[in-house]
């Protein structure tokens, strides 16, 4: 485990408290944990397989796809297979 010392102002360190107190988390440390967590989550692109990368490529060389133009076109595609 890392330790660091956090310097901040007294408005991230109530969005922190915020983040503490609305998912029950008893320190500070878990806040700032559950915000990288969301962070990374959302913004940083996971990292694929070289196995699965291959197989998509495979699929995407087959060639065998449907396009639908919405969710109901695709919904009636499922519903009459």
């Not at 878990?30 to 397989?49: G, K, M, T």
């Amino acid at each position: 485990m890392v330790q660091a010392i956090i310097k901040m102002n007294e408005r991230e360190n109530r969005i922190l408290n915020i983040v503490k107190a609305q998912n029950g988390l008893k320190n500070k440390s878990q806040a700032i944990e559950l915000v990288l967590n969301v962070y990374a989550d959302s913004f940083l692109e996971p990292q694929l397989r070289p196995e699965y990368v291959k197989k998509l490529k495979k699929i995407e060389k087959q060639g065998n796809f449907i396009e639908f133009n919405s969710v109901e076109e695709l919904k009636k595609s499922i519903e009459n297979a």
